[in-house]
């Protein structure tokens, strides 16, 4: 019997995931569920459209200028996907096959493009609601860290904006974004400023105050600014 791997492995091996699995991408409806506030005002963001711009004859005269085929399908080409989409090559994330019907939820820059994705860390979400309404204990921020919750938006954001060469971005590497300041000054990047503005039109949904179930660092440094601002919940 010594050469036959426990049946756990086994399994894992056929089915082509490892024990320490990835952490999967869930798309946009899983986090919908909890927060519909910040979903809807997604929804109006360039990032939940930002799949549409692949598509033939979308966007035709910046695609001349980008001196890309202002008629040619690009919903499956593996050069623009990757920041057109969420969790493209990742465990659930889009891939060129995924179908139609669930492009909703992963032909977009959702949620799990700035937050991580959330396979793991939005069961912890529930757990800690729950923990809330009954008033008992408090879930540490790092706990989410582990889990794959991502808190640093700057590079986040990076990862796309900023991915071509000259950048400044060290973590640069091909397939290039398409739409640089080389092209245009308009396509330059600022992560202070844009950060710091959201609705209908820019890149982040609007802030609604939380009731700060979690706890503990890493607090995002514009955690401050965004919540004394922010709307109450609906
Ligand atoms: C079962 C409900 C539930 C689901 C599903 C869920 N969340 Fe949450 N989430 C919560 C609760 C509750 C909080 C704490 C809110 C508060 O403090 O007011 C929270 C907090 C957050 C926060 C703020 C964390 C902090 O630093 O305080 C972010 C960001 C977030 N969720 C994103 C997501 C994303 C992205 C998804 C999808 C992958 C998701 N959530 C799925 C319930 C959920
Ligand atoms: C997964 C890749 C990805 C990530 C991560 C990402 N973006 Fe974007 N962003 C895009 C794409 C692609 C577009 C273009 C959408 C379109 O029009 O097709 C865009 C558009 C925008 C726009 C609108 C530009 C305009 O003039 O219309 C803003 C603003 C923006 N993003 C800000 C941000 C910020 C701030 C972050 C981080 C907190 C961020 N983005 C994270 C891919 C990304
Ligand atoms: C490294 C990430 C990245 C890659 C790869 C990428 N894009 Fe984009 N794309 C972006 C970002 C970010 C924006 C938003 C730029 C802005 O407005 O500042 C964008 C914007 C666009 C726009 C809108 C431009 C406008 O002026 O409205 C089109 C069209 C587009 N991309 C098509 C493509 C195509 C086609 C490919 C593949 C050949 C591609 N992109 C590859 C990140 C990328
Ligand atoms: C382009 C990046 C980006 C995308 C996409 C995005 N968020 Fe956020 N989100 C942010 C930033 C930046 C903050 C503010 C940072 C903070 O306070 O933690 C934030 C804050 C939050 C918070 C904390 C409370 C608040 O309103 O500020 C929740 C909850 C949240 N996002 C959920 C979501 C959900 C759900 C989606 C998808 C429907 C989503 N986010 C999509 C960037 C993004």
């Not at 695609?63 to 890309?68: I, R, Y």
């Not at 996907?81 to 994330?93: K, L, M």
């Not at 669930?102 to 800690?128: L, P, T």
């Not at 204990?137 to 860290?145: D, F, N, P, Q």
Request: hydrophobic letters at 35%.
């Amino acid at each position: 019997m010594k050469n036959i791997l426990p049946i756990g492995v086994a399994l894992a091996i056929l089915f082509g995931r490892g024990l320490a699995r990835g952490q999967d991408f869930e798309g946009v409806s899983v986090c919908r569920k909890c927060h519909i506030d910040q979903a809807e005002s997604w929804a109006q963001t360039s990032h939940a459209k930002a799949f549409e711009s692949l598509k033939p004859k979308v966007k035709a005269d910046a695609k001349q200028k980008g001196k890309l085929d202002p008629n040619k399908d690009y919903t499956a080409d593996a050069a623009c996907v990757g920041c057109h989409t969420t969790g493209f090559g990742n465990p659930g994330g889009f891939s060129v096959s995924t179908p139609a019907s669930e492009h909703k939820n992963f032909a977009v820059v959702g949620c799990e493009s700035c937050h991580g994705a959330g396979a793991k860390f939005r069961v912890e979400h529930g757990n800690a609601e729950e923990r809330w309404k009954t008033g008992k204990g408090e879930t540490a921020r790092e706990t989410l860290v582990k889990l794959g919750q991502n808190f640093d938006y700057k590079t986040a954001c990076a990862t796309c904006h900023l991915n071509y060469e000259g950048s400044g971005f060290a973590g640069a590497h091909p397939p290039f974004k398409v739409f640089t300041p080389a092209l245009d000054p308009k396509y330059a990047f600022d992560y202070d400023k844009e950060v710091l503005r959201s609705g209908p039109g820019t890149g982040v949904h609007e802030h609604f105050k939380l009731k700060n179930v979690f706890i503990g660092e890493p607090v995002p440094a514009i955690r401050g600014q965004l919540q004394a601002d922010a709307k109450d919940p609906d």
